[in-house]
């Protein structure tokens, strides 16, 4: 199969599967522009399937990098709240939204980290209604990854950029099960392999998770009507989609005020574009009380300490290491494909999907911070074990596979 | 001097000439993809001015087509409202805007023109928000050109691509006084010659204009109340903007109701696409009354009849023939250009800035119509004579030069 039958097979399968794309149905479109060859293609398919119209909006890393190269402080205080607003109008109207993922890692790490800081914070305070729409289930989205240069560059440094964009648009085709003949097919087993899981964890209706091995010993409670999430998700309206593409991951959400013991973590954590390798965390009620890593801890400290929230926890996922991508042993440098090739825990914003619809969320212990960032603790030494609130122990998953 | 130094010499009169960027102030920039050597460029030069974030949005040929070759029904009545909505409410609260002109001619031409015309139909509605913004005087804007390989072949079929679009951009550079050691400098000067001539002619307020000469035998009535404009503008804040580079005209108002004799218009029109050539058209109590062409005489009859204000003026512009655009001799198949080459009438809708504020524009006989499309009348051979409602005569222009 040609490259390009590949890129035009993402595509059918974003907008099919992916997104579950209705007839008349408009779609808001965000993308690096180097992805613009999936973007066209996503068009054609998308106006194919009956859209109404499809609007993409492209971010390009010269201009991103030009605000801090050639900005003054008037730069880096302000983002434009009123497109996000807008965005999130239409998405609450009815509109479906797909994000092309292929960000080129490290664009900004020789910038002033002042700077890289308030832009953050002023984004992801605009940002905000946009995101908000994203989450509350008002509509169907989906994210699909894209290889750019720079990003093959930081997964196979040593091969040349050619090479390592092929090498990576193979791993990412593979994840993605287009090496299937029907991925679609692929995807919809996968689906109910993971939903057969969920259904088993939440019969259980667990107090707590154990994770130990690999010098992780972490007993982290549940939030009271935790649900566990994964797969597939549907709209009010039954249309059926799947946000993130690849995923391998079913997650829960954690109790804010309880998390004890160490973590260790398994693969390195990009922060803010600066690699955290060997990171071990200690938890005392809930709370990172204790951050050490074998490089650049201080990034780490000052990121999961940007809010209360960045201290505790919004998000627990199991994840097999039998899973596609944890199977191809490479590190992705990108959470689509990192979170999905091991367990892990993520430090901040919880999601609302994870909690039964009315529960009290204060009681229930959800957590609530600007940042979520997902860090891995999953690997073949790995098992949990489910704890019931009547003391019993329930196998979950032994050496990095599940047991259920 | 490099084409890119020419490409930065652009971008900087553009942002700090063109749009009077001030310091804080938001950019909202539309381009063709094709551009983005150019957008890079201004987003840098925006940032060094201060801007506080400058939004790129990208049309792209491939997406554009794709409506009309893979869409539905569904694609061809709708346009996102939501989008321009936010982007004239950015323009109301300040923000500037820069559009980089510079579409593919003729990209629809083998489209089914029932669903061009549906979807132009949609989108003009729904951008209405914006354009409103826009013309409305409440913030500084800016067009600037950019060479796009299509629009360098049209203007020179005989030469190879990369030939033709080197041609092209000589030509706009020129047109732009980027030949000149201080563009900037250049343009102030011009600005300040039309400033003179709109002075003048303001003072005399003329009843009519009376164009003669290459077969034009034309009395045009002015609005009462008509503003000669042209140039630079001001906001009332004081920011000083330039909104068309380059420029060369000064306009004002017809009155709708007083156009009579006949008009031989000097350059081909393109109207949707298609040329018409040796338009000539006669004019009584200020609407066409017929309409003659060497070719395609039946598109313009069909376009000049779209709606009642379509077969009446809107605009009335004087230009020299010594002006860089008009000695040239190109035809650009371009507004921006071709219209800074002649004096031009065009049929259709009045710009609000051509009448005093607050005045009646029933009264004054202001035009209004979905179209503006301008029409060259000028050439070497024209001459305009200003008539008072004294019956007093004023020469203003002789064989194609001012006078004044
Ligand atoms: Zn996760
Ligand atoms: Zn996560
Ligand atoms: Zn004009
Ligand atoms: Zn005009």
Same mark, same amino acid.
């Given at each position: 199969?040609?490259?390009?039958?590949?890129?035009?097979?993402?595509?059918?399968?974003?907008?099919?599967?992916?997104?579950?794309?209705?007839?008349?149905?408009?779609?808001?479109?965000?993308?690096?522009?180097?992805?613009?060859?999936?973007?066209?293609?996503?068009?054609?398919?998308?106006?194919? @399937?009956?859209?109404?119209?499809?609007?993409?909006?492209?971010?390009? *890393?010269?201009?991103?990098?030009?605000?801090?190269?050639?900005?003054?402080?008037? @730069?880096?205080?302000?983002?434009?709240?009123?497109?996000?607003?807008?965005?999130?109008?239409?998405?609450?109207?009815?509109?479906?939204?797909?994000?092309?993922?292929?960000?080129?890692?490290?664009?900004?790490?020789? +910038?002033?980290?002042?700077?890289?800081?308030?832009?953050?914070?002023?984004?992801?305070?605009?940002?905000?209604?946009?995101?908000?729409?994203?989450?509350? =289930?008002?509509?169907?989205?989906?994210?699909?990854?894209?290889?750019?240069?720079?990003?093959?560059? +930081?997964?196979?440094?040593?091969?040349?950029?050619?090479?390592?964009?092929?090498?990576?648009?193979?791993?990412?085709?593979?994840?993605?099960?287009?090496?299937?003949?029907?991925?679609?097919?692929?995807?919809?087993?996968?689906?109910?392999?993971?939903?057969?899981?969920?259904?088993?964890?939440?019969?259980?209706?667990?107090?707590?998770?154990?994770?130990?091995?690999?010098?992780? *010993?972490?007993?982290?409670?549940?939030?009271?009507?935790?649900?566990?999430?994964?797969?597939?998700?549907?709209?009010?309206?039954?249309?059926?989609?799947?946000?993130?593409?690849?995923?391998?991951?079913?997650?829960?959400?954690?109790?804010?005020?309880?998390?004890?013991?160490?973590?260790?973590?398994?693969?390195?954590?990009?922060?803010?574009?600066?690699?955290?390798?060997?990171?071990?965390?200690?938890?005392?009620?809930?709370?990172?009380?204790?951050?050490?890593?074998?490089?650049? @801890?201080?990034?780490?400290?000052?990121?999961?300490?940007?809010?209360?929230?960045?201290?505790?926890?919004?998000?627990?996922?199991?994840?097999?290491?039998?899973?596609?991508?944890?199977?191809?042993?490479?590190?992705?440098?990108?959470?689509?494909?990192?979170?999905?090739?091991?367990?892990?825990?993520?430090? =901040?914003?919880?999601?609302?999907?994870?909690?039964?619809?009315?529960? *009290?969320?204060?009681?229930?212990?959800?957590?609530?911070?600007?940042?979520?960032?997902?860090?891995?603790?999953? =690997?073949?030494?790995?098992?949990?074990?489910?704890?019931?609130?009547? =003391?019993?122990?329930?196998?979950?998953?032994?050496?990095?596979?599940?047991?259920?």
């Amino acid at each position: 199969m040609t490259f390009e039958t590949q890129l035009d097979r993402l595509a059918q399968l974003s907008v099919a599967f992916g997104l579950g794309l209705k007839p008349g149905q408009e779609l808001v479109l965000t993308a690096d522009i180097g992805a613009i060859d999936l973007v066209r293609r996503i068009t054609r398919a998308a106006y194919e @399937a009956g859209a109404s119209n499809v609007l993409a909006l492209y971010a390009d *890393d010269a201009s991103t990098l030009a605000r801090y190269t050639h900005g003054t402080e008037a @730069a880096f205080d302000y983002a434009p709240g009123w497109l996000y607003e807008a965005m999130g109008k239409a998405l609450t109207n009815g509109a479906a939204r797909l994000a092309i993922a292929g960000a080129t890692p490290g664009l900004l790490a020789g +910038q002033n980290p002042d700077h890289v800081a308030r832009v953050n914070t002023a984004t992801s305070r605009a940002a905000k209604p946009f995101i908000d729409a994203i989450t509350s =289930g008002v509509t169907n989205w989906n994210i699909v990854p894209f290889v750019t240069p720079g990003w093959a560059r +930081q997964v196979f440094p040593d091969l040349p950029e050619a090479e390592a964009v092929d090498k990576l648009w193979g791993h990412v085709f593979t994840a993605l099960r287009l090496d299937h003949d029907d991925p679609e097919a692929a995807w919809r087993k996968a689906f109910e392999t993971l939903d057969a899981r969920k259904a088993h964890l939440q019969g259980l209706s667990l107090d707590a998770l154990h994770f130990e091995g690999g010098g992780t *010993d972490l007993t982290l409670g549940l939030a009271k009507g935790h649900v566990w999430a994964g797969g597939g998700l549907a709209l009010d309206n039954g249309t059926a989609y799947a946000p993130n593409l690849p995923t391998e991951e079913i997650f829960s959400m954690p109790d804010r005020g309880r998390a004890d013991g160490r973590a260790v973590f398994t693969k390195p954590s990009v922060i803010n574009g600066t690699i955290v390798e060997g990171l071990v965390v200690e938890f005392a009620g809930g709370k990172a009380v204790k951050i050490e890593a074998e490089t650049n @801890a201080e990034v780490a400290r000052t990121w999961f300490t940007t809010d209360e929230g960045a201290s505790r926890l919004g998000e627990v996922a199991l994840v097999p290491e039998s899973s596609p991508i944890a199977r191809s042993g490479v590190l992705y440098f990108n959470t689509l494909f990192d979170e999905n090739a091991a367990c892990h825990i993520a430090f =901040g914003n919880a999601y609302a999907m994870n909690l039964a619809p009315g529960a *009290d969320r204060e009681a229930a212990g959800m957590n609530a911070s600007k940042i979520h960032h997902d860090v891995m603790i999953g =690997g073949p030494d790995i098992s949990v074990t489910g704890l019931g609130a009547d =003391g019993s122990r329930h196998p979950i998953m032994k050496d990095g596979e599940f047991v259920i």
